[in-house]
């Protein structure tokens, strides 16, 4: 995980319509090779950094949430710029919009936040190599196992608010 003398850190959309900085270290960061992933991102896995929203500052104009199916038929809402249309993050069902999975993608400087653990890897592409040094999930995983003991309680705290 990245170091806290990098925040806040800067990212937006295609076109700048949409500027955001996040104000922390992410609780994770997720690389996402689900089939749906894939399919949103056109590409062969998502990366997202799982931040509490108000940790997720919006510096211009607000991203439009578009409602979008998912794999566990709860679907979602991926912010996307109302001009160039890039998604910036989304809003998973289980904790609605108290935690944004910000698309490090769009980061100025995505390369200070890679990988802390690959999910749904039975769905990867077969010329992907996953680095030997990060977990590797064959679907979603126990967070109690893999995440400390900070960023459990920081999910935590950011679904219980209201």
């Known amino acids: 995980m990245a170091t806290d003398d990098i925040y806040p850190l800067p990212g937006g959309c295609d076109c700048g ?42 510096l211009g104009a607000e991203p439009e949430l578009i409602d979008t199916p998912s794999a566990s038929g709860r679907g979602q809402e991926i912010a996307r710029c109302p001009k160039c249309r890039i998604a910036v993050w989304s809003h998973y069902s289980s904790a609605g919009r108290k935690i944004r999975l910000v ?48 960023s459990l309680a920081r999910r935590d705290a950011a679904i219980a608010r209201t």
């Open 17 to 58: 319509h949409i500027r955001y900085q996040l104000e922390t270290p992410p609780i994770i960061v997720h690389c996402c090779h689900c089939r749906w992933c894939q399919r949103e991102s056109g590409a062969s896995f998502a990366l997202n950094a799982m931040m509490e929203a108000d940790r997720v500052s919006v």
């Open 103 to 150: 698309r490090v993608g769009t980061l100025d400087e995505p390369d200070h936040l890679p990988p802390d653990i690959h999910i749904f890897t039975d769905s990867k592409q077969p010329w992907v190599i996953l680095p030997s040094d990060k977990p590797a999930m064959a679907e979603y995983y126990d967070p109690a196992q893999y995440w400390s003991a900070e």
